[in-house]
T-cell receptor, first 112, second 112 residues
């Protein structure tokens, strides 16, 4: 039982490049979330999903897209990376809306 | 969007001291959670409080939910270096809201 895993752990991009961050959970959770964490800003919700095939916008969705084709995976895409997207990205999953959120170890992304 | 204000933002103390950190808002919550995040890792849930006036203890940590369900505190007795980390509060406003709102956190350093 690995919990929540994130791939990759680190990535450096040039402005304008694209990439996809993968989050996988093996706990059969319905709810999955993508956050970004910046110094002095706390955790901010980018997008979330309440089940397979569904996605919704969070607090800071601009510049990101997501997909939840399989229940266990939640993908976060950056189509054209910008320096403002330099951050640490965390994925989380939960069994229900108000249940414990289990976080992955994070992906540290730098956009030059 | 409800805002969660955490104070202090930074706290540096000596091993053995007691401390209290706070989480406040003008909104009423259906539940409030406290997480601890260690460097390079994702947040991990410490406790969930749901009832106004509720007090929960976890070894040397005491969590209190305000009577009006708008604020919470975390008290640590005889702090140890292992308590070092970022303490985050997160709240859910209930209903059909599937999202948690996080405070910016209190960064605690316990010096040996």
């Amino acid at each position: 039982n690995a919990g929540v895993t994130q791939t990759p752990k680190f990535r450096v991009l040039k402005t304008g490049q694209s990439m996809t961050l993968l989050c996988a959970q093996d706990m059969n959770h319905e709810y999955m979330y993508w956050y970004r964490q910046d110094p002095g800003m706390g955790l901010r919700l980018i997008h979330y999903s309440v089940g397979e095939g569904t996605t919704a916008k969070g607090e800071v969705p601009d510049g990101y897209n997501v997909s939840r084709l399989k229940k266990q995976n939640f993908l976060l895409g950056l189509e054209s990376a910008a320096p403002s997207q330099t951050s640490v990205y965390f994925c989380a999953s939960a069994l229900a809306a108000t249940d414990t959120q289990y976080f992955g170890p994070g992906t540290r992304l730098t956009v030059l | 969007t409800q805002l969660l204000e955490q104070s202090p933002q930074f706290l540096s103390i000596q091993e053995g001291e007691n401390l209290t950190v706070y989480c406040n808002s003008s909104s009423v919550f259906s539940s409030l959670q406290w997480y601890r995040q260690e460097p390079g890792e994702g947040p991990v849930l410490l406790v969930t409080v749901v009832t106004g006036g509720e007090v929960k203890k976890l070894k040397r940590l005491t969590f209190q939910f305000g009577d009006a369900r708008k604020d919470s505190s975390l008290h640590i007795t005889a702090a140890q270096p292992g308590d070092t980390g970022l303490y985050l509060c997160a709240a859910n406003s209930g209903g059909s809201n599937y999202k948690l709102t996080f405070g910016k956190g209190t960064l605690l350093t316990v010096n040996p």
